[in-house]
């Protein structure tokens, strides 16, 4: 007999999501510097928005964002998305308590795939994990144009134990 696997929470409750935004946006400071601001968390897939400034540039004579911004920003968004998989993982703890399960947690190993030049006025980014055990999480990563086109992608490998 097969066992069916367990369904993954549809919504976050707006403290978890409210806390998960401060520890993203606020605590973790490089995101700061990166403009990095999540516009969707949900427990199968985070989404966030880079807006394109002069401080990002890696190319001057293209106005390319610079290739380290979308590693960074790749990495951090495999990052969210195991705070949210561990978060729907354990929604049978308060939102503080599963905001308190993230102080371990840190990349192992990143691959990111540069496809086409990241050139426009801003970037959405998105994120997935594939597999997520109990001491390391798979996670898939995209940063696209703001017209949809897919300019980097990326995976990674995050310990979460």
């Known amino acids: 007999m097969s066992k069916t696997p367990p369904t993954l929470p549809t919504e976050f409750e707006p403290e978890f999501i409210a806390g998960l935004k401060a520890i993203f946006e ?8 990166l403009g990095l601001k999540i516009t969707s968390l949900k427990p199968e897939r985070v989404t966030a928005r880079i807006d394109m400034r002069h401080e990002l540039i890696g190319h001057y004579s293209h106005n390319r964002v610079h290739g380290g911004v979308i590693s960074a920003g ?3 968004m495999g990052g969210l998305a195991c ?7 354990h929604m049978d703890e308060t939102p503080e308590q599963r905001l308190h399960r993230f102080g371990k947690l840190g990349t ?25 055990g109990s001491r ?3 996670t898939r990563m995209e940063f696209r144009g703001a017209d949809g086109k897919l300019l980097s992608c990326g995976s990674g490998a995050y310990i979460v134990s």
């Open 136 to 138: 390391v999480a798979s």
């Open 83 to 89: 705070m949210a998989a561990i978060g729907a993982r």
């Open 26 to 33: 606020e605590k973790i400071v490089f995101n700061q510097v």
């Open 108 to 132: 192992i190993d990143l691959r990111i795939d540069y496809l086409r030049p990241g050139i426009g006025e801003h970037f959405e980014l998105s994120a997935e994990v594939l597999r997520l």
């Open 74 to 76: 790749l990495d951090a």
